[in-house]
């Protein structure tokens, strides 16, 4: 059973920086794609970062370029994503997922099939 677990996440001022990891244990197949996502309270969960292994893809929502930076080390099976200059808008719950079937970036839930428990974020002063 793959299991995607989430860290890193807690409470930072605006302006300040986490670095959330995803720890993959199980199966780990040869071409995948990890993905983090995001939920605020009353708000859709959304598309946040993405990297394929497979085509060496990635995907980094609008909301958090130039500030958010996702990288992996392959011998860790543990994906990171850097958040810097944080806003009280990236006030939210991250999730980290996992799609094997397909392997490439998708901004969409549907594309990944394993998802973790979540880690939160506030920024807040």
């Known amino acids: 059973q793959v299991r995607p677990v989430e860290s890193g996440g807690g409470l930072v001022q605006p302006g300040g920086s986490l670095r959330l990891s995803c720890s993959i244990s199980?199966?780990?197949?040869?071409?995948?794609?990890i993905g983090w996502f995001r939920q605020a309270p009353g708000k859709e969960r959304e598309g946040v970062s993405c990297i394929s292994n497979k085509d060496g893809g990635t995907y980094t929502a609008d909301s958090v370029k130039g500030r958010f930076t996702i990288s992996r080390d392959y011998a860790k099976n543990t994906v990171y994503l850097q958040m810097n200059n944080l806003r009280p808008e990236d006030t939210a719950v991250y999730y980290c997922?996992?799609?094997?079937?397909?392997?490439?970036?998708?901004?969409?839930?549907?594309?990944?099939?394993?998802w973790g428990q979540g880690t939160q974020v506030t920024v807040s002063s």
């Open positions: 199980g199966f780990i197949r040869t071409s995948y794609a």
């Open positions: 997922t996992v799609d094997f079937a397909r392997g490439y970036c998708s901004d969409q839930q549907s594309a990944f099939e394993y």
